[in-house]
């Protein structure tokens, strides 16, 4: 689905992405793990298109299209979906409103007829209940005074929404307490199949528990210095990052 | 055709939707004015001597006056020698209904969106068009005459009703008021007229769609409302105007009466052509309007999106005179390219217990200039008196301006007044969360913006809220990136 081959990139004068190797297939759960600074959050900026990174070499393939060369709108119309670790405030707009304009611009560009009404109103009650999510909060002001646990629901919810095939969780766990932990996690949980894939950003090993992740990267200084599966993050957990710091200044 | 016309072909035809013109024959004035063309305008028009006096007297004032300069607007001095004052479609015998109304005049509704078959038969308002000046054509007047409400053009009610005309016209605006409202007194063409009754409750909204049409041609429209005792009425003025080369000037006064314990709201979306990306052209839109809150418990409430003209001069203001009078100011003004506004509110509060509340949404984009203006007046026997005032202003790129001129004069040491004003831009990190959402950067704005503006544009009435919508996105077209 997700081919990375060599991706470098930079902001300003800052060189970031040193080289990045990635193979994501349909129904893979990938967890990108690092140390504050190693570049986790400029990939998932990359790959979405953020526009202050400039990618200064590398090719990046997604379901055989050329994803540096998209506008970051063609890149979610083609299945990429960002979760934010901050997700953004837009005073006097209710999620509702943001999903419906999304969804519509969404099919569009797939050819597809705008969901009327009553099609998007079902579509949404039904999403609202996977993810377990209160209208209440859909109704508000998107992200306007809610807590980090709504937030961060509220992304998932719009992921259930647009149903993406390739969905990058930046920092999700970031600012949640336990219970807001599993509540995204079961959401994340819920949307996994076989035709779709998820990166998971992460510093902790603690959102593992609960999505747990078929491969586990490492990234160090803008490269994966090693990659194993779930065990890899437990070991990480018991050693610390500066095991992995060890090891490559000795190799 | 050479490449500029092209150009400005191609930009003209894209941006302002509203743009063309319609062949309709014109009965016009020469140009210029002089109290021979006060005469002319009052004859065509049949009227009677008193209000020939008034326009006469009008007149007289005009020509002492001076044109304010204090307004943050620049423009090239208008000659007002150069101005044709009347033009009217020809229309030699009134049309008993649609099917008599020249065939010109329907297109140029079906262009605007507002076919008046299917208005008279699918909604509830009822519309009093103005082209060029003169009323040609009115429904629901049977309708609304059952419950004793007068609403029709200004010509007919002086014919019809001039008690009442003679005794609100300049009530609340007088002709002495300020240049364009002395201008307007001498030479206004036409304009509607309504009047709800005591107690009565107008069972539809009351609007009236204006067009700019013939070249050169200033329009002089003058709007009076009266409510009397316990009456509700909303009224909508919603306006385009054709693509146009030349400034064009306008200057309408708008008086809204309330007596005690009636409310008025008055609804306005303003769509003039506000030129070019160059800044050629645009109307020039020198409005007063003001309201008067005569009786106790009256409640007068001006909502008003502003995205056209290359120039706006206008407050739309509330005088509380009677005690426990509300007055009520929403107002989304938004400029782009070359536009200037300089709009906002006076709130004089004269009775007790009189309250005021100000919503103004500034939004600039491109290399325009956006001003809030607002004076917040309360007089010595104003006890008690309330105002809160919210002034924001969104900056969209780095060339525009914000500005805001808030005026406050307390007389009165209860009155507890409340001002707040934010100015934020348009965040990067808004639109990319949109753009990542698949919505493009264009809907991103229109999304954000009509957030922005919500507060307002829910005052508005459904069909109009929508509509506004639709401005707002479409003035921005083009504006980031």
């Not at chain 2, 000037?249 to 303003?270: D, N, P, R």
């Not at chain 2, 007044?417 to 990542?436: M, R």
Request: net charge negative; proline share 3%; aromatic share 8%.
């Amino acid at each position: 689905m997700l081919n990375i081959k060599n991706l470098q990139a930079k902001i300003g004068e800052k060189q970031i992405l040193n080289g990045i190797d990635l193979k994501v297939n349909a129904g893979e759960v990938h967890a990108i793990m690092g140390p504050n600074g190693s570049g986790k959050s400029t990939l998932a900026s990359v790959l979405s298109g953020r526009e202050e990174y400039e990618v200064t070499g590398g090719e990046v393939d997604f379901l055989g299209k050329d994803l540096l060369e998209l506008s970051p709108e063609d890149r979610a119309r083609e299945g990429i979906f960002m979760a934010f670790q901050y997700p953004v405030e837009i005073p006097g707009v209710s999620t509702i409103n943001f999903m419906k304009t999304a969804l519509n611009q969404i099919r569009e560009y797939r050819g597809q007829q705008a969901l009327d009404a009553v099609s998007f109103l079902q579509l949404m009650k039904e999403k609202m209940k996977l993810v377990a999510i209160d209208q209440s909060l859909l109704n508000r002001s998107l992200n306007e005074g809610f807590s980090g646990g709504e937030k961060k629901r509220n992304e998932i919810f719009q992921m259930a929404m647009l149903e993406p095939k390739l969905a990058i969780l930046d920092e999700t766990d970031s600012g949640l307490d336990i219970d807001a932990l599993r509540i995204v996690a079961n959401g994340v949980n819920k949307l996994r199949n076989k035709n779709n894939a998820t990166i998971v950003v992460t510093h902790y090993q603690r959102l593992l528990d609960y999505i747990v992740p078929d491969y586990v990267h490492v990234l160090y200084k803008g490269k994966i210095v090693k990659s194993g599966t779930k065990e890899l993050a437990l070991e990480l957990e018991a050693k610390g990052y500066d095991w992995i710091k060890s090891e490559v200044t000795v190799a | 055709m050479s490449k500029g016309n092209q150009v400005l072909e191609e930009i003209t035809s894209k941006e302002y939707e509203h743009g063309w013109t319609v062949n309709l024959e014109t009965d016009e004035a020469p140009k210029g004015l002089n109290e021979d063309i006060v005469r002319f305008i009052s004859a065509k028009k049949n009227e009677p001597e008193w209000l020939l006096e008034w326009r006469l007297k009008s007149f007289r004032q005009w020509q002492k006056m001076t044109e304010p300069k204090w307004p943050n607007v620049t423009y090239p001095v208008i000659n007002y020698q150069d101005i044709i004052y009347y033009s009217a479609p020809k229309q030699k015998v009134k049309p008993n209904s649609l099917d008599e109304v020249d065939p010109e005049l329907i297109k140029t509704f079906e262009k605007l969106g507002i076919s008046l078959t299917e208005q008279k038969r699918l909604t509830g308002v009822a519309v009093d068009a103005v082209i060029d000046s003169v009323s040609v054509a009115t429904t629901f007047k049977e309708k609304l005459s059952e419950l004793g409400i007068i609403f029709c053009s200004f010509s007919e009610a002086v014919k019809e009703h001039p008690e009442l005309v003679k005794k609100y016209l300049g009530s609340v605006v007088p002709m002495s008021d300020n240049y364009f409202a002395a201008l307007n007194s001498a030479v206004f063409s036409d304009g509607s007229f309504c009047y709800i009754p005591k107690g009565v409750r107008c069972p539809m909204e009351l609007s009236t769609y204006f067009r700019i049409n013939a070249a050169n041609t200033g329009q002089f429209e003058r709007t009076l409302i009266v409510a009397d005792e316990g009456s509700y009425v909303s009224y909508l003025e919603g306006c385009t105007a054709p693509m146009r080369d030349e400034n064009q000037l306008h200057a309408a006064v708008v008086e809204l009466y309330a007596m005690k314990g009636a409310e008025i709201k008055y609804s306005t979306v303003q769509n003039w052509y506000p030129g070019d990306k160059e800044g050629k052209g645009g109307i020039y839109n020198f409005v007063t309007k003001r309201g008067l809150c005569a009786g106790d418990h009256s409640k007068i409430s001006w909502t008003q999106v502003e995205t056209g003209s290359a120039i706006t001069w206008k407050y739309p203001s509330c005088i509380l005179k009677g005690d426990y009078s509300v007055g009520e100011f929403y107002s989304v003004a938004v400029t782009n390219n070359y536009q200037q506004a300089d709009t906002g509110t006076k709130m004089i509060h004269i009775g007790k217990n009189t309250r005021s509340r100000i919503v103004s949404k500034g939004i600039s984009a491109g290399k325009s200039q956006n001003s809030y203006r607002g004076q917040v007046h309360v007089m010595k026997r104003a006890t008690n008196a309330r105002n809160h005032s919210q002034c924001d202003s969104l900056l969209m790129g780095d060339q525009c301006g914000a500005h805001t001129f808030p005026y406050i004069d307390v007389e009165n040491n209860s009155a507890r007044i409340e001002h707040e004003a934010t100015t934020s831009k348009i965040g990067e990190d808004q639109i990319f969360y949109c753009l990542q959402r698949g919505i493009d950067e264009e809907s991103a704005v229109a999304l954000i913006v009509n957030g922005y503006a919500k507060e307002v544009l829910n005052q508005l009435p459904m069909e109009f809220a929508v509509e506004a919508q639709k401005l707002l996105a479409l003035t921005l077209e083009g504006s980031v990136g």
